[in-house]
């Protein structure tokens, strides 16, 4: 029975220990890329998990629209305008990504991990198992 007690407390610690937030730009309608310190905002945790960002192109010059949005909704607009980023007027152009602040300027691309280093990197829900096999073996 105390092994079920700990082992339930620890999966309860554990999971709401994954409940991610991350932190986008928001802001409406701007006229220059708002991706500055005030335009950052926290999402709602497991809910909205990815950022949008909607460059609009207008008679009087770019437009951004940056916001929190969930995976599905964002996927689905950003789909769904696709025929629609030209880059020339009128054109609208919806990205989605899931990182903190990827909804802001672009960055610089950073040389891709190789295999081994990928391969090598314990997987988080497999070092919490591993963490309950060794509690409950010394519990037991």
Do not use: W
Request: proline share 5%; glycine share 4%.
């Amino acid at each position: 029975m105390r092994l079920f007690t700990v082992s339930t407390l620890l999966l309860f610690f554990c999971s709401s220990a994954l409940a991610l937030q991350i932190q986008c730009y928001q802001c409406e309608e701007m006229t220059h890329d708002c991706s500055t310190p005030e335009f950052i905002v926290n999402c709602t945790v497991n809910v909205q998990d990815m950022c949008q960002k909607e460059v609009l192109v207008k008679d009087d010059g770019i437009h951004y629209r940056k916001s929190c949005a969930s995976s599905g909704a964002c996927l689905i607009a950003s789909s769904g305008y696709q025929q629609f980023c030209t880059g020339k007027l009128n054109s609208v152009c919806i990205t989605c990504c899931n990182t903190p602040l990827c909804n802001g300027p672009r960055q610089k691309k950073r040389p891709q991990p190789s295999a081994a280093v990928a391969l090598n990197t314990p997987q988080l829900p497999v070092f919490f198992l591993h963490i309950v096999l060794l509690l409950s073996s010394t519990l037991c």
